[in-house]
């Protein structure tokens, strides 16, 4: 079992909609989850990091972590074009390992 | 305040060689982590440096290695190259090793090895 899960993909969703991308990780004792964001062709950005259970809000992304269920998502309001990219999940283990998920690509159709 | 760079772009060894990939973090950072992409694999850590030690190291043969200097610029070395190393490594840079959701770590833009 991998450390941390992301479903590839591709998930088609249409401009304006909500995308929501889940991951969901092996380890109970896991202390901080990112998401990253990743272009064709380019090195992973961040977007958000989160450490706490519950939500947490930055624009039009919400990060929402369930430490009792092991799961991390990140939803995106209105979603653009731009938003098309191969999104990645990444834990920290042990305090200082960082573990990424295999990345979900989104599509966002005009 | 410059970005993370890393040298060179892209490489292009036959088997059985070896590479050695350059990365200059932040100004200001100390702590430089290596991770390699493939298709397959995704993202896989490799190492982390800080303060000129190695403090983690994923589960990767001892073919590779790295040190960091100094002025934290770190180098990683592969010998004995495979046609399976063949991939985009990433270098990341933070102020200190990530260990809370404060702590960003920035991404070089790679190199990318081609093994043939």
């Known amino acids: 079992q991998k450390e941390v899960e992301q479903n590839s993909g591709p998930l088609s969703v249409p401009e304006g909609a909500i995308a929501s991308l889940n991951c969901t990780y092996s380890?109970?004792?896991?202390?901080?989850f990112f998401w990253y964001r990743q272009y064709s062709g380019k090195s992973p950005e961040l977007i958000m990091s989160?450490?706490?259970?519950g939500d947490k809000e930055d624009g039009r992304f919400t990060a929402q972590l369930n430490k009792a269920s092991q799961y991390v998502s990140l939803l995106i309001r209105d979603s653009q074009p731009s938003d098309s990219a191969t999104y990645l999940c990444?834990?920290?283990?042990?305090?200082?390992?960082?573990?990424f998920g295999s990345g979900t690509k989104l599509n966002v159709k005009p | 305040k410059a970005g993370v760079t890393q040298t060179p772009r892209y490489l292009i060894k036959t088997r059985g060689q070896q590479v050695t990939l350059s990365c200059s973090p932040i100004s200001g950072h100390r702590s430089v982590s290596w991770y390699q992409q493939t298709p397959g694999q995704g993202l896989q850590f490799l190492f982390e440096?800080?303060?000129?030690?190695?403090?983690n190291k994923g589960n990767f043969p001892g073919r590779f290695s790295g040190r960091q200097f100094s002025n934290s610029r770190s180098e990683m070395n592969v010998s004995t190259l495979e046609l399976g190393d063949s991939a985009l490594y990433l270098c990341a840079s933070s102020l200190v090793p990530p260990q809370r959701s404060t702590d960003t770590q920035y991404f070089g833009p790679g190199t990318r090895l081609t093994v043939l």
């Open positions: 990444a834990v920290i283990y042990n305090f200082n390992k960082f573990y």
């Open positions: 989160i450490y706490s259970n």
């Open positions: 440096y800080f303060s000129e030690t190695q403090r």
């Open positions: 380890d109970r004792v896991s202390q901080s």
